[in-house]
């Protein structure tokens, strides 16, 4: 993944194997730097303070904090385990920089605007279409969410992160770990790949741009993606991908206001009243509002949060950005209306929402919630400043999960709400759905083993909101499709090209936001 300029920092050749090996394994955690965000920092000065062998136990056997065990997943064998021990006391090699020519060099327009169709060639609901990642095999599927059929099965590269859907929900955007964008057009009869380019060397977020109002006619303009490596996030443009315009993050933390070399681009979310995209940077805890209107003369707002900022949505209004500082165990509330930071409050061990889940209790009014990395919990609080002041971002609820666990999922037409427990250890756990009722929370959760092989991550409604997508998580993959009122199964979707299925998005609710 990393280009042959840095190979000649890997001094020996047996560095080589753990040089490859972190950009996949290890940078999304603990940084290219190893300065550390949702792992902690392993720089060569502070391992150089351990001993090989207590370093390759940990590689391979991983810790009760969260990390894998790279060698109990199959993923390094006992001598590459020592090979990275002992690559984690050298000094971090710097990978390079990508500028715009690179980026441009790279973009591929396979179907040019003016050939694509004017309206759809198909009378499929193009607004239920499920985007499915299938991430080991470097491809993505659509999948029809009324008939259930799959309708392509596209090359998108290499670990696909997330799909996006256009404003107007023609197009998805997929963004790769390798940085690589696609764009697919979904007018077409069978729905391919219309554009690419590589504008990063490690991503994990895209979004596009969708105001429309006095202030212009933004809708699928531009897309912007979010870098890991190099830090910074690229403007391209939303019809075609070409790269535009390319938006450093290098800049000071929030509170001390230290220089970071590398201040990654986590969630980014597109704001539906400015032509603004809302961007989390991680390491130095900033919340960016990005005017994209005058690209030549761009403005922005900076608004400081908390640290190692990570996933997060809308509430049910739009209006506050709701975000993980997960390794400060706290959410963010930002103002993206009044360009403020409003609040942040702690919930539990490495909050993990996802986009989040918003929904209306009984007795708290409108609320939102996050499971965690760090224990088998759920955290709801109230996000309803002006109706429910007394309960707006307070912790009003809690409850035990299955286990520590990636996402949960609502949607306003649902009784439920869904959480995974993907990260527990205990044995059988992480093939568990858990569902919780909204009328009756404190009744506890639901749980059933919804598989005997791989391990359950992320849910996705369907459009009406009366069925619910779970992946299963292995090369054998499957996607399982219940009733979201009987909590039945309706339907399994196997074949050889499920291929390790994670993130899904049902076209309509990710354009507007329903989560
Ligand atoms: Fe993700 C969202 C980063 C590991 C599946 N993940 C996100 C977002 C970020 C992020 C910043 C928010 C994007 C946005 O909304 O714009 N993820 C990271 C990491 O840094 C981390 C911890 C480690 C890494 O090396 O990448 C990581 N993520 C994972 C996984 O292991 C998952 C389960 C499978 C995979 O693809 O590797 C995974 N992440 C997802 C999914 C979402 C996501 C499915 C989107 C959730 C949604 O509902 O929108």
Same mark, same amino acid.
Not at 170 to 178: A, E, H
């Given at each position: 993944m990393l280009p042959s300029l840095s190979i000649c920092r890997a001094r020996r050749h047996d560095e080589y194997a753990a040089y490859f090996s972190y950009p996949h394994r290890c940078s999304g955690c603990h940084g290219s730097l190893r300065k550390g965000a949702t792992g902690p920092n392993i720089t060569a000065e502070k391992m150089s303070k351990k001993s090989l062998a207590e370093l390759e136990k940990m590689i391979y056997d991983g810790t009760d904090a969260g990390m894998p065990g790279w060698g109990r997943t199959g993923e390094l064998n006992r001598e590459e385990a020592a090979l990275m021990a002992k690559f984690m006391q050298l000094p971090a090699p710097i990978p390079p920089e990508m500028g715009l020519k690179a980026m441009k060099a790279t973009h /591929?327009?396979?179907v040019p605007?003016?050939?694509? @169709? &004017?309206? @759809?060639? =198909?009378k499929r609901d193009i607004d239920n279409y499920f985007g499915v990642i299938l991430r080991d095999a !470097? /491809? #993505?599927?659509i999948i029809d969410g009324g008939t259930k059929k799959t309708v392509a099965v596209l090359d998108t590269g290499y670990a696909v992160h997330i799909f996006?859907?256009?404003? &107007? !929900?023609?197009?998805?955007? &997929? $963004? #790769?770990? %390798?940085g690589k964008l696609t764009l697919i057009d979904l007018y077409e009869k069978k729905p391919r790949v219309v554009a690419e380019s590589r504008v990063c060397l490690d991503a994990r977020s895209v979004d596009v741009s969708k105001y429309k109002g006095p202030k212009g006619d933004f809708v699928d303009k531009y897309a912007v993606v979010g870098c890991y490596w190099p830090p910074q996030m690229v403007v391209v443009d939303g019809q075609t991908l070409e790269p535009i315009k390319v938006i450093s993050t290098r800049s000071s933390t929030y509170d001390t206001n230290e220089y970071h070399p590398e201040p990654r681009v986590a969630a980014i979310v597109a704001s539906h009243h400015a032509p603004e995209w809302v961007v989390a940077i991680k390491e130095t805890g900033m919340v960016w509002l990005v005017d994209y209107s005058d690209l030549d003369n761009l403005s922005m707002t900076q608004i400081a949060t908390e640290r190692f900022l990570h996933d997060g949505g809308f509430d049910v209004t739009g209006r506050y950005l709701l975000i993980a500082a997960n390794m400060r165990d706290q959410i963010v509330v930002v103002d993206t209306k009044d360009r403020k930071f409003v609040t942040k409050f702690e919930t539990g061990t490495k909050p993990h929402p996802g986009r989040g889940a918003n929904w209306v209790d009984p007795e708290y009014g409108p609320v939102s919630a996050t499971t965690h990395l760090g224990e088998g919990l759920i955290t709801v609080y109230g996000s309803d400043p002006k109706g429910h002041p007394e309960h707006a971002w307070k912790v009003v609820r809690e409850e035990e999960t299955g286990g520590p666990g990636l996402f949960l999922k609502t949607h306003p037409k649902s009784e439920h709400i869904w959480t995974d427990a993907t990260l527990s250890k205990e044995e059988g756990a992480n093939q568990q759905i858990c569902v919780f009722k909204k009328s009756a929370f404190d009744d506890g959760m639901k749980c059933w083993k919804a598989t005997d =092989? !791989? /391990?359950? $991550? =992320?849910?996705?409604?369907? /459009?009406? !909101? %009366?069925?619910v997508w779970a992946s299963v998580w292995d090369r054998k993959g499957e996607l399982i499709i219940y009733d979201d009122k009987t909590l039945k199964e309706k339907k399994r979707i196997k074949g050889d090209w499920v291929v390790t299925p994670t993130g899904k998005w049902n076209v309509y609710n990710t354009v507007h936001d329903i989560y």
């Open positions: /591929k327009l396979y605007v003016a050939d694509r @169709p &004017t309206k @759809p060639e =198909h !470097g /491809k #993505g599927a996006r859907a256009s404003a &107007t !929900g023609r197009y998805f955007y &997929t $963004v #790769g770990r %390798d =092989h !791989g /391990k359950i $991550v =992320h849910f996705e409604y369907n /459009k009406a !909101g %009366d069925e």
